[in-house]
């Protein structure tokens, strides 16, 4: 089954201390990235990657990094998170970024105390 | 990317048509109308696109004018599981150099009512 898997689903975390979010998609497309969603901002862009060792920012990249050492993977990583970025979070995946369908992640709510 | 304009909620009667209209009246000739739904917090799902011809799936329909100022997405028949946000997007049917992100709007929050 087509589908891109989010780990872990819940977590609840403290301020400061590293965090990595994992994403992964089995369909062998090209194009990923992170978004968040917030109450009244709706869903903004963190990073994207066009392809492996190829990322660039988003809308909200701030306090965020990301990697793209293989070509299903893509995880985001929260070196020192703070509790403004407690948030939902989604992972997408596209053949190619613009003139396709995007398939999104089941997504994972962080809360940073 | 062009702007787009949808009302923030409509009701619908269960297994009657849902039509929720979009307005995107700066669209540009090389850019594709595409529709997503949020359930409840789901990651968002896909549910058609379309350049000017109308289009058909098994999920639903989408009516583009003439004019491409306007569009229409059908829900022919529906459920309570239809009950979501839903997004009309407008993007580039070109690749290249952008961010390539998807611009959500605040959609359009779809009720459907037993």
């Known amino acids: 089954e087509a589908q891109v898997t989010q780990n872990p689903r819940y977590l609840i975390t403290v301020t400061g201390k590293k965090l990595t979010v994992t994403c992964s998609q089995n369909?062998?497309?090209?194009?990923m990235s992170w978004y968040r969603q917030d109450p009244g901002l709706g869903l903004r862009q963190i990073y994207y990657?066009?392809?492996?060792?190829?990322?660039d920012k988003g809308d909200v990249p701030e306090g965020y990094k990301v990697s793209r050492k293989e070509k299903r993977n893509f995880p985001l990583i929260l070196e020192s998170p703070s509790p403004n970025q407690t948030s939902l979070y989604f992972c997408?995946?596209?053949?190619?970024?613009?003139?396709?369908?995007?398939?999104f992640g089941q997504g994972t709510r962080l809360t940073v105390v | 990317d062009a702007k787009t304009t949808q009302p923030p909620s409509m009701d619908c009667a269960e297994g009657r048509a849902a039509n929720l209209p979009c307005n995107h009246s700066t669209i540009s000739g090389n850019e594709y109308v595409y529709w997503y739904r949020q359930i409840h917090s789901q990651g968002p799902q896909y549910i058609i696109h379309g350049l000017k011809n109308n289009e058909t799936n098994e999920m639903a329909s989408l009516i583009i004018t003439e004019d491409r100022k306007s569009s229409t997405l059908i829900l022919p028949h529906a459920t309570l599981r239809d009950t979501a946000v839903y997004y009309c997007i407008v993007r580039s049917r070109y690749s290249g150099a952008g961010s390539y992100q998807l611009t959500f709007g605040k959609g359009t929050k779809l009720s459907v009512i037993p």
């Open positions: 990657s066009m392809n492996v060792e190829v990322t």
């Open positions: 997408a995946s596209s053949f190619e970024g613009r003139s396709t369908e995007a398939f």
């Open positions: 369909m062998n497309h090209e194009y």
